[in-house]
């Protein structure tokens, strides 16, 4: 018994700091029935993590991280260039580009462009 409560105060003692420094919230865009989820963390400096897609009538979809390139990614000036470009690893989530400024957020895709207010609580 004091073996195995040794081993769980060696297992949380050994996770507690990596919860700390990696703590996540998101950033949302929302407009025409599509929705974007992006998983920030923080480090030394907020990173994007993993971005979601919500599109008109369906669940949801990880878009590939692999193929996601943030240009662009400041939270104290508020402006984020994010782009995917599609892959046949994830069939149905076109190539988009996110921009976001302090007051607007634009989402590009499938030859549309559309506009919304850029929501920077996190």
């Given at each position: 018994?004091?073996?195995?409560?040794?081993?769980?105060?060696?297992?949380?003692?050994?996770?507690a700091p990596a919860r700390l420094a990696h703590a996540?919230?998101s950033l949302l865009f929302d407009g025409d029935g599509?929705?974007?989820?992006?998983?920030?963390?923080?480090?030394?400096?907020?990173?994007?993590?993993?971005?979601?897609?919500?599109?008109?009538?369906?669940?949801?979809?990880?878009?590939?991280?692999?193929?996601?390139?943030?240009?662009?990614?400041?939270?104290?000036?508020?402006?984020?260039?994010?782009?995917?470009?599609?892959?046949?690893?994830?069939?149905?989530?076109?190539?988009?580009?996110?921009?976001?400024?302090?007051?607007?957020?634009?989402?590009?895709?499938?030859?549309?462009?559309?506009?919304?207010?850029?929501?920077?609580?996190?």
């Open positions: 018994m004091k073996a195995l409560l040794a081993l769980l105060a060696a297992l949380v003692l050994a996770f996540t919230s599509y929705s974007l989820n992006l998983e920030v963390g923080y480090d030394k400096r907020p990173v994007i993590g993993s971005v979601f897609l919500y599109q008109p009538g369906d669940k949801g979809q990880a878009v590939p991280r692999q193929r996601v390139r943030v240009e662009e990614f400041d939270t104290q000036r508020k402006r984020l260039k994010l782009r995917y470009t599609a892959t046949d690893e994830a069939p149905g989530i076109p190539s988009f580009t996110l921009v976001m400024t302090e007051t607007e957020a634009v989402l590009t895709l499938a030859g549309r462009r559309i506009v919304s207010k850029a929501n920077w609580q996190m």
